[in-house]
């Protein structure tokens, strides 16, 4: 669910020898790109995550990476995830730690607040509370699943300098590098320099920091896991 440019459809396709792989994705942009990065390894379908284009009990597993999150009804998401697994069958989602170990995030936010304490309205820690897992685990045992459990998953992310820390800021999408691109170069110099200064730098320059993400984990249930999200 939320297929994006395929890399999770990649992943499944290059390590668990699937039967058949599908994802659905609303953004046309992304699916013309996914279907060029996978080269027909899966049946890719336009859809949003409250209406996936797939039948009743289609999949043994369904999967949504870094998605749930942005979804602006995740139980109804989670109903419809529900809705094409199979009875038995696996749902699974991971979200990133934006409040916790997502630290090249955690760093920018916590320096940005501290400058400008208007900026922990585009903190996505704040902003998206689903991201830690008791709120995960509770989504989905509130849908009837069953078997509910969370598990912390942390990728090393090393970067060369600060500069390589720094430069995807100035040009990259999301929330942090349109708040960085905001401000004039005075405050954005101020951000730069508290930012350098937070930041564990080793005697060589580089810098390592850790990305989390929380994934959870269930087994769909015939009588529980299809009911409506209301």
């Known amino acids: 669910m939320g297929c994006g440019t395929g890399a999770l459809c990649a992943a499944i396709a290059d390590t668990c020898s699937p039967g058949s792989l599908a994802g659905a994705e609303p953004s046309e942009g992304f699916l013309k790109t996914a279907r060029q990065n996978l080269g027909g390894r899966a049946d890719l379908r336009s859809g949003s995550a409250t209406a996936l284009p797939f039948g009743d009990g289609a999949f043994d597993a369904v999967v949504s990476g870094l998605v749930l999150n942005f979804v602006p009804d995740p139980r109804a998401a989670l109903a419809e995830m529900a809705r094409v697994t199979r009875p038995g069958g696996t749902l699974a989602a991971y979200v990133w730690d934006y409040a916790g170990k997502m630290e090249l995030m955690r760093a920018f936010w916590d320096a940005a607040v501290a400058l400008d304490p208007a900026a922990a309205a585009l903190d996505e820690g704040l902003r998206f509370p689903l991201c830690r897992p008791e709120a995960l685990a509770q989504l989905f045992t509130s849908a009837g699943l069953q078997e509910v459990a969370t598990v912390a998953l942390d990728v090393p992310t090393p970067f060369a300098s ?32 508290r930012l350098r200064r937070s930041l564990p730098a080793r005697p060589d320059g580089s810098i390592a920091l850790t990305a989390r993400a929380w994934a959870v984990r269930a087994t769909s249930d015939a009588a529980g896991a299809r009911h409506s999200p209301s």
């Not at 390589?164 to 951000?191: H, I, N, T, V």
């Open 162 to 193: 600060f500069d390589d820390y720094w430069q995807p800021f100035l040009g990259g999408q999301g929330p942090a590098p349109a708040y960085a691109m905001s401000l004039d170069e005075a405050a954005k110099a101020r951000l730069r320099e």
